[in-house]
Every structure is written in structure tokens, then in C-alpha cells.
């Protein structure tokens, strides 16, 4: 891992890149002036939703420049349907909408910081998995899509939920 400036905050994971270490010298590979907007706290609530539920993802997204833009990238994967990485429908088929820090919506607090989505009751289907990403764009053009992926990443990462028929008992998926 690398800072990318020595002047930025190195308490928040989005000053790092993963980088292959340079002993005493620069960090060329990954240094910028300017960076994308920091995320950190991705959630989603109720963390295993079922049918019956309205899904509220929230995260908190900072810039010193000011945020543009915030947005959830998502994707529905039925049961009986899957489909994952190495196929085409898992990068282009993506589903985007706003986010928000505008206190309405179950956005708690209007300029906290903290963006928020909801995804209606609608879009929850037993043994539905919904992946989703999330975008983010500085006032000066910089963005980024989160989770990064790392040096050591094949495929592309992603966030997820699986959704459950109330009274069903979920089980556990593992790995992103
Ligand atoms: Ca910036
Ligand atoms: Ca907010």
C-alpha cells in the first residue's frame, strides 16, 4: 500500500492505493495531486432484507473540493439466472441511481456527509442476490468506483445482499 500525497489524511483507507512497495523512494506509481472523494461506512439496511422491505444503503462520502456526484451501480441476479464474473451481463448490466445527503428518503441528516438510496420493496425477491457498487465524482471531475479493485483482484469486486421471504433463514455467502 501506498500514500498517494503526504499531504492528504492517511486515517482514511481512500488516500492508499494498492501499490508494489517503493523502499525510500517516491510513490510514483500512485501519486496525484488530487483524489477522488473518500467513501467509507457502505452499508446497507436491514442487512439480510426480505421481500417485504424497503433496502436503505447509505455511505459517508467526503472532498475537499466537494462531492458532485454519489451514485449506487446495482444488479439483480435471480435464482435459477446466475450469472457472475468472465460474463458479459456481469459488466454491463448495471442499474444506477442517486444518492443522496439531502435529508429526505431515509437520509437522516441534510450535508452530514452520509448519502442514501432506497431500493423499493419491489426490487426484493426471495433468493434474489443484488450487487451493487457505488460512484463517486469530486467538484473537479476526479472519480472513482468502489471496492477498488486490488493488485491482487481477477475479477471485478462487488457489495452484496441476498434477499429472503420472511420467516426463511438466510444463509452466508462468502467472499465479495
Ligand atoms: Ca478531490
Ligand atoms: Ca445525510
Not at 462487488?158 to 462468502?174: I, N, Y
Amino acid at each position: 500500500m501506498q500514500l498517494v500525497n503526504p499531504l492528504f489524511d492517511n486515517d482514511l483507507a481512500g488516500s492508499w492505493r494498492s501499490a508494489t512497495p517503493t523502499p525510500a523512494a517516491g510513490n510514483s506509481r500512485v501519486f496525484a495531486d488530487n483524489i477522488p472523494p473518500h467513501i467509507r461506512q457502505v452499508k446497507h439496511s436491514p442487512e439480510q432484507p426480505r421481500s417485504i422491505d424497503i433496502v436503505t444503503v447509505t455511505a459517508k462520502v467526503t472532498d475537499p473540493d466537494g462531492v458532485d456526484n454519489v451514485t449506487l451501480l446495482y444488479q439483480l441476479v435471480d435464482p435459477g439466472d446466475y450469472f457472475g464474473p468472465g460474463q458479459p451481463r456481469f459488466y454491463n448490466i448495471w442499474i444506477t441511481t442517486d444518492m443522496h445527503d439531502d435529508g429526505v428518503n431515509d437520509d437522516l441528516i441534510t450535508g452530514d456527509g452520509i448519502y442514501t438510496v432506497q431500493l423499493p420493496e419491489s426490487l426484493q425477491a426471495h433468493r434474489r442476490l443484488v450487487r451493487y457498487r457505488i460512484s463517486v465524482t469530486d467538484s473537479l471531475g476526479n472519480g472513482l468506483l468502489v471496492p477498488m479493485p486490488t493488485i491482487h483482484s481477477r475479477t471485478l469486486p462487488t457489495l452484496f445482499m441476498t434477499v429472503f421471504l420472511p420467516g426463511k433463514v438466510p444463509f452466508v455467502r462468502v467472499g465479495l
